[in-house]
Every structure is written in C-alpha cells, then in structure tokens.
T-cell receptor, first 117, second 112 residues
Framework: GAVVSQHPSWVICKSGTSVKIECRSL??????MFWYRQFPKQSLMLMAT?????????EQGVEKDKFLINHASLTLSTLTVTSAHPEDSSFYIC?????????????FGPGTRLTVT | KQEVTQIPAALSVPEGENLVLNCSFT??????LQWFRQDPGKGLTSLLL?????REQTSGRLNASLDKSSGRSTLYIAASQPGDSATYLC???????????FGKGTHLIIQP
C-alpha cells in the first residue's frame, strides 16, 4: 500500500512553454501533498504544501505565479511550471500524507525530471 | 528555521563492514525523522521512520536511532553489501515546517 505515482517521469520542453506534472496517491486519500525539487548534487527542497480544496502554501523564494499548484481531489495534485526557463530544469518530487496529523509518514512519488532547452 | 546536517558527505568502505551515518538537526521540536535511500537519477526509497516518541527503529540490517533532545540520529548498516551503495538522506518533520527538511545526504560506496 501507500503508493504515489507521478506523470510524466521525464519531460523536455522549450523555454517559454508551460509543463504540468501530476501526482497521484493510488491507494489512499491524501489530505496533504507536498512538492519538492532537487537540483543536481543538491538535496531536496520543499517548494510548497497543498491541502485538498485549499490554496497552496509556498516556501520562501518560490514564486507562486510561476509554480501553479492545484489539489482538487484527495488523490490528485498538479504542479504547472509556467513559462519555463533553463534554470527551472530540475528533479521534481511530490509526496502525499494520508493523515491530518503532522506525524504521519509522507510517501514519495518516483519524481519527474524536467529539462528546459 | 530547521537545518539538517549529515556527516560524512561521502563514505567508501569494503564490503562486509558495519558503518554509521550521522544526522543532526537544529530544532528539536520535530514530529518524526525519516531515513531514505536515493539511487542515482531515481526517487526516494523510505528506509525507516522514527516518531518523536521513539528511540529507534530496525529493519533487517538497518537500525536508526533518535536522540531528540540532542538533535541527533544515526543510521547503522550492518554487514554492508555492494547493493547498499547509494545516497542516504535524513529528513525531519516539524521544527517549524509542515513538510520535511532534508539533509544533503551521505554518498555511500561499498567496494566489492
């Protein structure tokens, strides 16, 4: 149990275009989903937290108008990178938490590698 | 702001050795701590989750301890194997953040 999927697993896009990444909890309902990104040889950094039906909360330094997050259902959250630029190239990983308590485990998706040319 | 530090940054040992990876965090008000494994170009594999009320967790050859008051955790790997080669990440939940705060990882190489 506790499987999280992401789609696509990798994507290449041209500078200036938008890219949507999907994160799904396959066998549980996720009240909260998180989006992280990882630059080469760096660790994962939290970008934003989204609760189903609410606006996402973004970490300091993350542009909310550039990284649009939608969490319309308990099993799906999407991250849209708008007007992507080469510096947005990164590994994007989502996670989902089943419970409402902060001590609940987060289950991670396999990640999406975005390359902007 | 929570900060997580992992030592060493890299480690290379011969197969069969027991080894310890270290993790420290600055804010002891955490809810839990997780150890992950990440293979090159891949996502995360959760290894162990320790809740703040627990002192340790074990899974197979892995044992993780947590000393919340001193802000430290260790991951002990017994009888290391080449297949254990990966980057090991420590992450804490809480300490002012809802998501996880990750360390930079320990890049582990087990020599056959």
């Amino acid at each position: 149990g506790a499987v999280v999927s992401q789609h696509p697993s990798w994507v290449i896009c041209k500078s200036g275009t938008s890219v949507k990444i999907e994160c799904r909890s396959l066998d549980f309902q996720a009240t909260t989903m998180f989006w992280y990104r990882q630059f080469p040889k760096q660790s994962l950094m939290l970008m934003a937290t989204s609760n189903e039906g609410s606006k996402a909360t973004y970490e300091q330094g993350v542009e909310k108008d550039k990284f649009l997050i939608n969490h319309a259902s308990l099993t799906l959250s999407t991250l849209t990178v708008t007007s992507a630029h080469p510096e947005d190239s990164s590994f994007y990983i989502c996670s989902a938490r089943a419970g409402t308590g902060l001590g609940y485990e987060q289950y991670f998706g396999p990640g999406t590698r975005l390359t902007v040319t | 702001k929570q900060e997580v530090t992992q030592i060493p940054a890299a480690l290379s040992v011969p197969e069969g050795e027991n080894l310890v990876l270290n993790c420290s965090f600055t804010d002891s008000a955490i809810y839990n701590l997780q150890w992950f494994r990440q293979d090159p170009g891949k996502g995360l594999t959760s290894l162990l989750l320790i809740q703040s009320s627990q002192r340790e967790q074990t899974s197979g050859r892995l044992n993780a301890s947590l000393d919340k008051s001193s802000g430290r955790s260790t991951l002990y790997i017994a009888a290391s194997q080449p297949g254990d080669s990966a980057t090991y990440l420590c992450a804490v939940g809480g300490g002012g953040a809802d998501g996880l705060t990750f360390g930079k990882g320990t890049h582990l190489i087990i020599q056959p």
